[in-house]
């Protein structure tokens, strides 16, 4: 099973960029039972938790994302969405998309973000 993470790419400082997660490869019934949470890492730094969704559809945010960005998940699809909304160029980083569930601990490859000021 591999995460699809696509959606990257280049936008000014204030911008907005969605990024989606899928697994094509998941069987319907575990990525209902699947975390999803994306993460981020900029060259120098450390890996950091941006927003995450539970099964439940509950969702946790970075405390430098919250107000700007959104998760979503789509079951059927079995896709999962972040929307950033008023982008920084300190959001600029790799971001990986993480799902954990039935035993699973999946990362995909990860897709640049990059915001100019």
């Known amino acids: 099973v591999q995460l699809q993470a696509s959606g990257g790419g280049l936008v000014q400082a204030g911008g907005s960029l969605s990024l989606s997660c899928a697994v094509p490869r998941m069987i319907l019934s575990t990525f209902w039972q699947t975390d999803f949470t994306w993460y981020r890492q900029a060259p120098g730094r450390e890996r950091e938790l941006v927003i995450g969704i539970s099964r439940d559809g509950s969702t946790n945010y970075g405390d430098s994302v919250k107000g700007r960005f959104t998760i979503s998940r789509d079951n059927a699809r079995k896709k999962v969405y972040l929307q950033m909304n008023s982008l920084k160029t300190e959001d600029s980083a790799t971001y990986y998309c993480?799902?954990?569930?039935?035993?699973?601990?999946?990362w995909g490859e990860g897709t640049q973000v990059t915001v100019s000021s």
């Open positions: 993480n799902a954990r569930g039935s035993g699973m601990d999946l």
